[in-house]
């Protein structure tokens, strides 16, 4: 029980700290907001370039993996995989999580 504990305190850290980190930002995406957009639409088309195979960035095609001989240890190594579970979960939840901490940012002022 205490590992699964463990385990849900990292992956809540790392949430936690999303949140706290929208609500810092929000004021300077604002206020740089025409900036940002155009050059966020023209990443978005490179990355779709990529992703259709017109151009090449190697980057992106690039996998790490980490190979461990034992398992973690402890509580601590339930942690540490609790934050590496919600980091690798992210990019699968961003949308609707990067919808929610906006209305919630804009709902703080």
């Not at 992703?51 to 980057?59: D, E, F, N, T």
């Not at 609707?96 to 703080?108: D, F, M």
Request: charged residues 5%.
């Amino acid at each position: 029980m205490a590992a699964a504990l463990a385990f849900v305190l990292g992956f809540a850290t790392v949430f936690v700290a999303l949140g706290a980190s929208a609500s810092a930002v929000n004021q300077l995406l604002l206020a740089n907001l025409h900036v940002i957009a155009p050059v966020a639409g023209a990443v978005i088309v490179v990355f779709g370039l990529h992703y259709m195979g017109v151009i090449r960035i190697p980057l992106l095609n690039y996998e790490a993996r980490v190979h461990v001989d034992k398992r973690p240890a402890g509580l601590i190594g339930a942690y540490v995989i609790g934050l590496a579970f919600a980091f690798g979960w992210t990019p699968c939840i961003g949308p609707v999580l990067g919808t929610i901490l906006a209305v919630a940012a804009a709902g703080t002022r």
